[in-house]
């Protein structure tokens, strides 16, 4: 079984930044992609930024440059970093592994807040 362990999440004002992070309880490299997603209630959860194993990256519309994803294959650990916050930004963000085969993992996820 593999866990997925988010960080970073808090309160900050519209405009600020915050650092979120997962580890992975094994290698990022078994995985065929990574990323992050977020949810709010009522809501589908929506893609955020996810990396390939090929390094190709995929991110949601609303992202436009604010947002960017890094892996290091050493810690296991999949970043987002987000500047620009927006209070739409609020969200529960998850932590998201895509295996070569099986179910997808998930984080517990961390909540974000934006204040305006």
């Known amino acids: 079984q593999v866990q997925l362990v988010e960080s970073g999440g808090g309160l900050v004002q519209a405009g600020g930044s915050l650092r979120l992070s997962c580890v992975a309880s094994r290698s990022i490299l078994t995985f065929a992609a990574m990323g992050w997603y977020r949810q709010t209630p009522g809501k589908r959860r929506e893609l955020v930024a996810r990396v390939t194993k090929a390094g190709n990256i995929n991110s949601g519309d609303f992202v436009k440059g604010r947002f960017t994803i890094d892996s290091d294959n050493a810690k296991n650990t999949v970043d987002l970093q987000m500047n620009s916050l927006k209070p739409e930004d609020t969200a529960v963000y998850y932590c998201?592994?895509?295996?070569?085969?099986?179910?997808?993992?998930w984080g517990q996820g961390t909540q974000v807040t934006v204040s305006s």
């Open positions: 998201h592994a895509h295996p070569y085969w099986g179910a997808d993992y």
